[in-house]
C-alpha cells in the first residue's frame, strides 16, 4: 500500500509544521493541547484564510505565505469568536423557527380545518411548474410522521396517533426542520402567504411602535427565509460562519425598503450583518436587541484580542461596515 500524500503527523511534527509556515509558537504545551482539543484540520485548515497573505485583488497567493506577525493564538481565538457567533445566531435563528411554524399552522390549518389536510396536494399552490415540489413536501411530511411513530418513547406525533384522530399541524411543525418549514411556505397557496407576511407586518409596526411602515410582502418572507436556512444549516453543522456569503442570494433590496434605510451598506450576496439586518423584521425586537447586543459585545472582545489589520479582516468578511454599531 502507498503511503498517504496527507501523512499522519504527531503533536511534535505538527508544531514543527506551524513554526514552518512562519506561525508564531510562544507555549509548545498549550499549542500541542488545543491541536489535540481541536484537531489541526478544523482550527488551522479552517480558519487560515483569514491569515494568507493575499494579492492586490484579494486572491491568496500561491504557494500560501502567512502575514507577518501571526500567532497560534490568533487561530484559536478565531476558532472561538466564530463558536459564539454561531451561539448568538443559532438563537435569532431558532426564535424566527418558532414562529414561522406557528404562523404556517395558525393560517394553513385556518383555510384547511379538515384531518390532515396538509397532505392534500390540492391545498397547495401547484401548476405544471411545481407539482413535483408540491408532492415532495407532501411526501416528507407523510415521512416524518412514519419516522416519529416508530421511534421508541413517547412523542406528540405517537400521542395524537394513538388517542386522536388525526396530527394537527400545529403539533407536526414541532418535528419540522427549518427546510421543511421553508418549502411549506414556498408551496403555500398566494392568499395563505399574504395573511402571513400582513401578520409579521403589523408585529413589525408593533413591537417597534411604528405609525407607519411598508409592507413585508410573501417574496420579502421568502428571501428571509433562504438566508435563514443558508445560516441555520451552517450553525447546526458547525461550518465556519463568520466568513459565510450566500452566492444567490435573496433581493436585499426590498428588505432595504421596509426597515426605510436608504443608506443602508448591505451586499447583493449576503453575509452575517445582512443576516442581523433581515432578522430585524421577523423577530420581537427585545429579541432582536439581545442578539444586536451580544453581536456588539463579541466584536468588543475581538478589538481585545486581534490586532487592528486582524479586525478589520473580521469585520469586513461579516460585511460590517466601520459604523455597524449605528445600523443594528
Known sequence: MENSDRPFHTLEEQVNLLKGKG?????EDYTKNELMKRGYYSLINGYKNLFLKKNEH????????????????????????DKKLRAILYNGLLSYEASLGAELAYR?????????????????????????????????????????SRKRGNNAIKHYLNHHDCIPLWVL????????????????????RQKISRDFTQRYKITYNLSQTNAIMPEIIEHINHMVNMFRNAVAHNEITYSKVIDRGPNMRSIKNVLGQSELPIQSQPGVFELIISLRLVLDRTEYVTMSDSIKKLLTNANNQFNSQINEKILKCMHFPDDYEYWI
Open 173 to 192: 411543525t414541532e418535528f419540522m426542520t427549518f427546510g421543511d418549514l421553508n418549502y411549506f411556505y414556498l408551496n403555500c397557496k398566494e392568499e395563505i
Open 108 to 148: 394553513f390549518s385556518e383555510s384547511f380545518p379538515e384531518n390532515y389536510s396538509y397532505l392534500d396536494i390540492n391545498n397547495f399552490n401547484h401548476d405544471e411548474h411545481n407539482t413535483v415540489q408540491v408532492l415532495k413536501t407532501t411526501s416528507s411530511l407523510a415521512n416524518k410522521i412514519e419516522q416519529e
Open 58 to 81: 484579494g486572491v491568496v497567493l500561491i504557494p500560501h505565505q502567512y502575514i507577518i506577525g501571526i500567532r497560534f493564538e490568533d487561530f484559536v481565538n478565531l476558532y472561538e469568536f
Open 23 to 27: 506561525i508564531i509558537i510562544q507555549n
